[in-house]
Nanobody, 112 residues
């Protein structure tokens, strides 16, 4: 059974940075795509970024140039480095991989 656990969220001021972590169990993370999503209050869960098994990354337009997704194969962990945070980035952030159960997510709150 593939499971994910997200961590690293918090409260920061606009312009600040956070690094989210996604620990994947039950699967070798380098062999599968992993993606980050976010869900703001009252809104649907949206795609943020992904990294393929070959290392190809993809981002939604609002975070391009500010967020970076990366992978540490030794730790079986995928990261989301978030810089120049904006209040509109406030959301619960989730990671997922095909066939995995959704985790609890991690709250990111950005104050203006």
């Amino acid at each position: 059974q593939v499971q994910v656990v997200e961590s690293g969220g918090g409260l920061v001021q606009a312009g600040g940075s956070l690094r989210l972590s996604c620990i994947v169990s039950g699967r070798i993370v380098s062999g599968y795509p992993v993606a980050w999503y976010r869900q703001a209050p009252g809104k649907q869960r949206d795609f943020v970024a992904s990294i393929s098994s070959s290392g190809t990354t993809r981002y939604t337009d609002p975070v391009k140039g500010r967020f970076t997704i990366s992978r540490d194969n030794a730790k079986n962990t995928v990261y989301l480095q978030m810089n120049s945070l904006k209040p509109e980035d406030t959301a619960v952030y989730y990671c997922n991989s095909p066939g995995a159960s959704w985790g609890q997510g991690t709250q990111v709150s950005v104050s203006s």
